[in-house]
C-alpha cells in the first residue's frame, strides 16, 4: 500500500467518523418527528425549505461532500460524497437499529439502496452507507427539481436547499460526474 493510498485511507476513515458522529448527535436529538415551519407561507405544491435546514457543499480536492442539516452543528440528516469525476456516491444516514435500505424519493422517482449498517457508538440506532451511481433516476431528478426525501418506514422528511444554496446541488453533481 503505497503512501497516498494510506492518506486516503485516513481520510476516508476521518469523514466516516465525522459522519457518524453527526448522524449519532442527530439521532439522539431527534428521536421523534415533527414537521419545521416552512420559510415562506405560500406553497408552490412541491416542498419548501426549513428555517434553519440547507444543503451544503464542502469540495476538497478530489472529494466533495453535500450534506443536509444544520450548518456548524452536529444535526445532519442526509450525507452525500463522492470523488471528483468518478460517477459515484456514498449515500450516509442514521437510522432505526436493524435498518438495511437508504429510501430517497424526488419529484416522483423513488429509490432503495441496500446499506451496510454498524451500530452506532455514540447513540442509539444505526450509522448506514450506501452506493450509487450519479446517474441513478432519484439523484438526476434531485438535480433537476432541487429537493430530496428520505423515508424511514411511515416516516418522510423533505430536504429542501433554500435560495442561495440550490446552485451547489448541480456544482456538487458536476464535480462528481
Known amino acids: 500500500m503505497t503512501d497516498h493510498d494510506r492518506n486516503r485511507d485516513r481520510r476516508v476513515k476521518t469523514t466516516r467518523l465525522l459522519i457518524v458522529a453527526s448522524l449519532a448527535a442527530l439521532a439522539a436529538a431527534c428521536s421523534t418527528t415533527r414537521d ?3 420559510v415562506s407561507g405560500a406553497s408552490s405544491g412541491s416542498p419548501q425549505p426549513v ?10 480536492a478530489g472529494e466533495a461532500k453535500l450534506v443536509y442539516g ?3 452543528s452536529d444535526d445532519l440528516r ?3 460524497t463522492c470523488q471528483k ?3 459515484r456516491l456514498e449515500i450516509t444516514t442514521s437510522a432505526p437499529h436493524g435498518t438495511r435500505e437508504i429510501h430517497l424519493e424526488s419529484g416522483g422517482e423513488t429509490e432503495r439502496f441496500r446499506a451496510q449498517g454498524e451500530a452506532s457508538e455514540l447513540a ?8 450509487a451511481a450519479t446517474s441513478t433516476p432519484v439523484f438526476q431528478r434531485f438535480r433537476r427539481v432541487g429537493w430530496l426525501a428520505q423515508w424511514q418506514g411511515a416516516r418522510r422528511e423533505t430536504y ?8 451547489d446541488i448541480e456544482r456538487f ?3 462528481c460526474g
Open 78 to 80: 442526509l450525507g452525500l
Open 36 to 38: 419545521a415551519a416552512p
Open 51 to 60: 428555517a434553519g435546514m440547507d444543503w451544503f457543499y464542502h469540495p476538497d
Open 70 to 72: 444544520v450548518e456548524t
Open 85 to 87: 469525476g468518478a460517477g
Open 173 to 175: 453533481f458536476t464535480f
Open 160 to 167: 429542501v436547499p433554500h435560495t442561495a444554496s440550490a446552485p
Open 124 to 131: 442509539d440506532g444505526d450509522f448506514l452507507t450506501a452506493e
